[in-house]
């Protein structure tokens, strides 16, 4: 069971990170079929990425939100930004489901595409340059709380989701139900009782939030969540989870 569980934790660094954890086999299907892997994920690469907001009591905001920014596509990567780019282009698209669905298929970039990922990296800048003006604890606990919550998040697609066809997406929503919640949830929720009222919590609830609305959109217009939606609510939950943390701090 341990066994299992490091290789779980291991697999879903290694899908959702850039960090060199090695791979073992077994660990891709130990990881989707524990979606308690992804807030762990969420923990530890939120840590990692919010190393340069330690600088935020000494150096010039703008340098801080631009460490922030790059610490967090070093630590987690890029490729969840082909979710933001081909979500983009099937929200421009003319058509019913089927062409939405061939738009996601699509490898060419169109304009949708463009501004998706322009308007995601502006907000997350955005977001560290207001992390940037916070006390320092305060801010690596909003950026900790927003990928702990972005991350919570994606668990409950996997196990609350239906898959829009075959593909990555059922990857995780054929293999986990909706009691499969409660361990991420046990892992996350003490965690957040215990630090209420700081705003690290409350960024957590605005991550969750944040994938709500691509979610229901991608119900609605898709039949379901596929693999780039999952790469689309990892970027939307974030800098979600940011600014609603940001706001919190601002206004208490």
């Not at 989701?161 to 995780?172: C, D, I, L, N, S």
């Amino acid at each position: 069971m341990i066994g299992r569980w490091i290789g779980a934790v291991r697999g879903a660094l290694g899908f959702l990170t850039r960090l060199p954890v090695g791979h073992r086999d077994g660990d891709w299907d130990a990881f989707r079929t524990t979606p308690a892997a992804f807030p762990v994920v969420g923990l530890v690469a939120g840590s990692l990425a919010a190393v340069p907001l330690l600088a935020a009591d000494t150096l010039p905001a703008p340098t801080v939100a631009l460490g922030y920014l790059l610490s967090v596509y070093a630590v987690m990567g890029i490729h969840h930004l082909d979710g933001i780019a081909d979500l983009g282009d099937a929200l421009v698209v003319h058509g019913d489901v089927e062409r939405r669905r061939e738009v996601l298929t699509d490898t060419t970039t169109g304009v949708g595409a463009s501004l998706a990922v322009a308007l995601t990296v502006a907000a997350l800048a955005l977001g560290g340059l207001g992390l940037a003006g916070l006390p320092v604890l305060a801010a690596v606990g909003i950026a900790i709380g927003a990928e702990v919550g972005t991350k919570l998040g994606m668990a409950a697609m996997a196990c609350f989701g239906r898959a829009a066809y075959e593909g990555m997406g059922e990857q995780f929503t054929d293999v986990s139900t909706a009691g499969s919640f409660l361990a991420p949830a046990t892992i996350v929720l003490p965690a957040a009782v215990f630090g209420w009222p700081h705003p690290g919590v409350v960024a957590l609830p605005g991550a969750v939030a944040g994938i709500a609305l691509p979610w229901y959109w991608a119900d609605r217009s898709l039949g379901g969540i596929n693999g780039d939606i999952f790469g689309a609510v990892n970027e939307i939950g974030r800098v979600a989870g940011v600014h609603v943390g940001v706001i919190a701090w601002t206004l208490s």
